[in-house]
């Protein structure tokens, strides 16, 4: 329980990752633990394109960069969504900060529980990866752009069908980076009626 809850704790979103590709052992817990999520009404539509192949992942960022640099940026926009779109224009936009490897999970269109399952999946991959000292980050980009053309055609390659949502994807490989500190917490978000 203890492990858990340091697992727990301790995660963060890596953004600079070693030139090491995680083990095949320690991707199949990640996966299986995702695997145990829990899902609506026992559905378990929620499914992992795993990409380890370094020129997919070179293509997918051209394709991310390119579609992104399309797009303007609108008042209210979410502000990592506008991070995005300022990268991409810039050009050399790497949305999984060079990580080894990129799990892409989906989820059928529309599923009323299809993000909601997926989180939680994506949620157990992530602590997964932090018991084994495997750095992750959540990723939204392919989120962003799960209805975009040119990143269909391109995903459908890989077996992501029509008839799927992209819910997230997860950056994963060893962490190059110094171990951060948590952000303190925010006040009042926590309410009791008893």
């Known amino acids: 329980m203890e492990q858990t809850i340091q697992a727990i704790l301790s995660r963060r979103s890596i953004r600079k990752y070693k030139a090491i590709q995680v083990s095949e052992e320690e991707l199949g817990t990640m996966l299986e633990a995702g695997l145990y999520a829990p899902s609506g009404g026992n559905c378990q539509y929620t499914r992992f394109t795993v990409i380890q192949k370094p020129e997919v992942l070179a293509e997918l960022k051209r394709i991310v960069e390119q579609e ?11 502000r990592s969504k506008v991070h995005a779109i300022q990268a991409a224009k810039k050009g050399g936009y790497d949305f999984i900060y060079n990580a080894p490897t990129l ?15 997926s989180a939680a999946a994506i949620e157990n991959i992530l602590l997964a ?3 084994m000292n495997i750095g992750t980050c959540w990723i939204n980009q392919l ?52």
Not at 110 to 117: E, I, K
Request: glycine share 12%.
């Open 103 to 117: 799990i892409v999970v989906t989820n059928k269109k529309g599923h009323g529980n299809a993000m909601a399952d």
């Open 129 to 131: 990866a932090t018991s």
């Open 68 to 78: 992104f640099s399309r797009m303007e940026v609108t008042e209210g926009m979410y």
């Open 143 to 194: 989120t962003w752009l799960s209805d975009d053309p040119v990143l269909r055609g391109y995903l459908k390659e890989f077996g992501i069908e029509e008839g799927e949502v992209i819910c997230g994807s997860i950056a994963a490989g060893y962490s190059d980076q110094p171990q951060a500190k948590a952000q303190p917490r925010k006040e009042g978000r926590v309410q009791f009626v008893k």
